[in-house]
């Protein structure tokens, strides 16, 4: 549950949707999502998508943490793998964006 209201703002932005779906798409694509992967995903997302900085990263942030600030999170991905993660990306799509 994300609580925090500066957190929800971050998943109001319009960039957040287009941000979560397409790494969502990438990350399932993968066998594996590992501290490795992530990082390509993220850069991917961000050629195909235009978005950085912020834009790109905090949406992500908060769809694993619910917070905006926090623990590296290639290492949250290490922690959570890729099952988990895609689960909490889509529980964040379906709930708040």
Known sequence: EISEEEALAFLKEPSA???LAAFLSKAEALPALDMDSFKAVMKEVQQETGIKG???WKPVRVALTGMISGPELPAVI?????EKVCSFVKQV???YV
């Open 78 to 82: 290490g922690i959570f793998g890729k």
């Open 17 to 19: 949707k287009t941000v």
């Open 93 to 95: 799509l379906n709930k």
């Open 54 to 56: 912020q834009e790109l």
